[in-house]
C-alpha cells in the first residue's frame, strides 16, 4: 500500500513571494504519477501539476514546479510569486495504475497582501 | 463541455436515514471514482468503476455503504442507515480511462450532515 506525508499542515507567505510545500511518500511501485492538487473554499478540487515517474526531468506549470526526488520519495511544490488566488488547501497525491488516488492530509496556504 | 456534476450540493439527514448521492461524469469518460473527504480521515478513496463494473471497491467502509453505476455513465452512491461518523464531503472524479495517465477530473461535492 501506498502512503503519502505532508508534515507542514499551514504556511503563510506574502503576495509576490515563494512558498514550497513539501510531501514524501513510500511505494514500492516502480512506474507512478504524482500530482498536486488545489482546493479553495468552493471545495472543487483542482490540478495544479503532474509528474511521472520515469521522467527525471522536474514539472513546470507557469509559477508551480516541483522538485522531484525519486530516490527520496519526495515530491515538493514550489508556487512562485505568490498571489492572493493562491489561497488553497493543497494535496499531494499518489496514482496507482488503476488511477486510484492516495492523498496526503493537506497544506493550507494563505497568500497575505 | 459541462464538467462532473453532482447532487445534491448539501444533504442533511437523520441518523439512520437511507441517502443517495448522485454523480454525473464527463461524457465519454468510462472510468468514475468515489472519495470521502472528513476532518478525522482526509481524503480517501472509496470505490472505482471501469464502465458498469467496479474491479476497485476496496475503500468502501462498511456493508451499509454500496454504489452502482448505470449505462457507463451516471453513478449513485447510497448510504443506509446513516451513521454521524458518514458526515463528508463525498466527491466523485471521472478520467477518460483508467490508469495513471488520464487526469481525473473531480466534481464539486456533496456536503453529508448527519444528525
Known amino acids: 500500500a501506498q502512503t503519502v506525508t505532508q508534515s507542514q499542515p499551514e504556511m503563510s507567505v506574502q503576495e509576490a513571494e515563494t512558498v514550497t510545500l513539501s510531501c514524501t511518500y513510500d511505494?514500492?511501485?516502480?512506474?507512478?504519477?504524482l500530482f498536486w492538487y488545489k482546493q479553495p473554499p468552493s471545495r472543487q478540487m483542482i490540478l495544479v501539476i503532474r509528474q511521472e515517474a520515469y521522467k527525471q526531468q522536474n514539472a513546470t506549470e507557469n509559477r508551480f514546479s516541483v522538485n522531484f526526488q525519486k530516490a527520496a520519495k519526495s515530491f515538493s511544490l514550489k508556487i512562485s510569486d505568490s498571489q492572493l488566488g493562491d489561497t488553497a488547501m493543497y494535496f499531494c497525491a499518489f496514482q496507482d495504475s488503476w488511477g486510484k488516488l492516495q492523498f496526503g492530509a493537506g497544506t493550507q496556504v494563505v497568500v497575505t497582501p | 463541455g459541462a464538467g462532473v456534476s453532482q447532487s445534491p450540493s448539501n444533504k442533511v439527514t437523520e441518523k439512520g436515514k437511507d441517502v443517495e448521492l448522485r454523480c454525473d461524469p464527463i461524457s465519454g469518460h468510462t472510468a468514475l471514482y468515489w472519495y470521502r473527504q472528513s476532518l478525522g480521515q482526509g481524503l480517501e478513496f472509496l470505490i472505482y468503476?471501469?464502465?458498469?463494473?467496479?474491479?476497485?471497491k476496496s475503500g468502501l467502509p462498511s456493508d451499509r455503504f454500496s454504489a452502482e453505476r448505470t449505462g457507463g455513465s451516471v453513478s449513485t452512491l447510497t448510504i443506509q442507515r446513516t451513521q454521524q461518523e458518514d458526515s463528508a464531503v463525498y466527491l466523485c472524479?471521472?478520467?477518460?480511462?483508467?490508469?495513471?495517465?488520464?487526469?481525473?477530473?473531480f466534481g464539486p461535492g456533496t456536503r453529508l450532515t448527519v444528525l
Open positions: 472524479a471521472s478520467s477518460l480511462g483508467p490508469g495513471s495517465y488520464n487526469e481525473q477530473f
Open positions: 511505494t514500492s511501485e516502480n512506474n507512478y504519477y
Open positions: 468503476f471501469q464502465g458498469n463494473s467496479a474491479p476497485d
